[in-house]
């Protein structure tokens, strides 16, 4: 499996952005795929993830009620709807894919460590104020 990250761009604080991570490869299945984000000077964090398989979604405590995470089995893709943007959002975004066991998703998700090989280039989301 491969992954694809688009959509990021230049906007304003308050609006919106989505983002789409395409994977090619191999079945898409029993896959935790999630974004992260990381900013200059910051260490990556966990935004987001899903799992492909039950839709089990998991998000950051800075993102809830904002962000979306989403995800297109048939076209292999997950999304992330980004709303309310803020000037703290602006960061490069990455996507990342493990098959994690789901026992451990809860706990593990936003571990960028735990994703061995598969990331996606990133994307830029620059929100200005």
């Known amino acids: 499996v491969q992954l694809q990250a688009s959509g990021g761009g230049l906007v304003q604080a308050g609006d919106s952005l989505r983002l789409s991570c395409a994977a090619s490869g191999r079945a898409f299945s029993n896959y935790t795929i999630a974004w992260f984000r990381q900013a200059p000077g910051k260490e990556r964090e966990g935004v987001a993830c899903?799992?492909?398989?039950?839709?089990?979604?998991y998000y950051a405590d800075s993102v809830k009620g904002r962000f979306t995470m989403s995800s297109d089995n048939a076209k292999k893709t997950v999304y992330l709807q980004m709303n309310s943007l803020k000037s703290e959002d602006t960061a490069v975004y990455y996507c990342?894919?493990?098959?994690?066991?789901?026992?451990?998703?809860?706990?593990?998700?936003?571990?960028?460590?735990?994703?061995?090989?598969?990331w996606g280039q990133g994307t830029l989301v620059t929100v200005s104020s």
């Open positions: 899903v799992t492909t398989t039950g839709g089990t979604k």
């Open positions: 990342a894919a493990e098959r994690i066991p789901s026992i451990f998703v809860q706990s593990t998700w936003n571990n960028p460590h735990v994703y061995t090989n598969l």
